[in-house]
């Protein structure tokens, strides 16, 4: 079965330092990946995703992410955060074939960014 | 297009009672699914469908039942409420492509508090 890890429940970096934030999956063939974010009492908005090709996919409001395949991860990066990306973050992975249209969620990474 | 629309947004219930909550989307997804989110659990799936008079089961399904009639609606019943289903619920929705999967479009949430 699919599942989703996302080690770190709370980072906190500072207005202008880089982040990265981090996904391992477990699925045994090449997922669909995504990278939701949700703000306090939103719903969640599609950060990028990943189907296939470049393993390197970029998404909305400066956010990138990296598929290593050997290392079944999908993590998030910015080089430089902004005060309004303090959120939650979730990586989710989907499965191919006969599972279609469902999501795995991981648990989340609470961002606090300090001014 | 309005997107993903849940009602209501918020709700209180007593034990033993029922409700329905309800989802809709006008962008022809084929795709939709029911989600419900507790602090540090990420989101779970609870149903979800492929297309109109398809449904099938997710990971925490128990004590809800859905039904897909239309295209666009896609309502989630409880149907004797229990305290364990405090949670805020999430309907998303997907179009189709083929023989894979496409990113979930999700509502703002419906927060149920059942006492």
């Known amino acids: 079965a699919q599942s989703v890890t996302q080690p770190d429940i709370h980072i906190t970096v500072s207005e202008g330092a880089s982040l990265e934030l981090r996904c391992n999956y477990s699925y045994g063939a090449t997922p669909y990946l995504f990278w939701y974010v949700q703000s306090p009492g939103q719903g969640l908005q599609l950060l990028l995703k990943?189907?296939?090709?470049?393993?390197l996919v970029q998404g909305i409001k400066g956010f990138e992410a990296e598929f290593k395949r050997s290392q079944s991860s999908f993590n998030l990066r910015k080089p430089s955060v902004h005060w309004s990306d303090a959120a939650e973050y979730f990586c989710?992975?989907?499965?191919?074939?006969?599972?279609?249209?469902?999501?795995?969620f991981g648990r989340g990474t609470q961002l606090t960014v300090w001014p | 297009n309005a997107g993903v629309t849940q009602t209501p947004k918020f709700q209180v219930l007593k034990t033993g009672q029922s409700m329905t909550l309800q989802c809709a989307q006008d962008m022809n997804h084929e795709y939709m699914s029911w989600y419900r989110q507790d602090p540090g659990m990420g989101l779970r799936l609870i149903h979800y469908?492929?297309?109109?008079?398809?449904?099938d089961q997710g990971e925490v399904p128990n004590g809800y039942n859905v039904s897909r009639s239309t295209t666009e609606d896609f309502p989630l019943r409880l149907l004797s409420a229990a305290p364990s289903q405090t949670s805020v619920y999430f309907c998303?929705?997907?179009?189709?492509?083929?023989?894979?999967?496409?990113?979930?479009?999700f509502g703002p949430g419906t927060r149920l508090t059942v006492l």
């Open positions: 989710a992975v989907g499965a191919r074939g006969s599972t279609l249209g469902r999501l795995y």
């Open positions: 990943y189907f296939s090709g470049d393993t």
């Open positions: 998303a929705s997907s179009p189709p492509i083929a023989g894979g999967l496409n990113e979930q479009f």
């Open positions: 469908s492929v297309g109109a008079g398809i449904t």
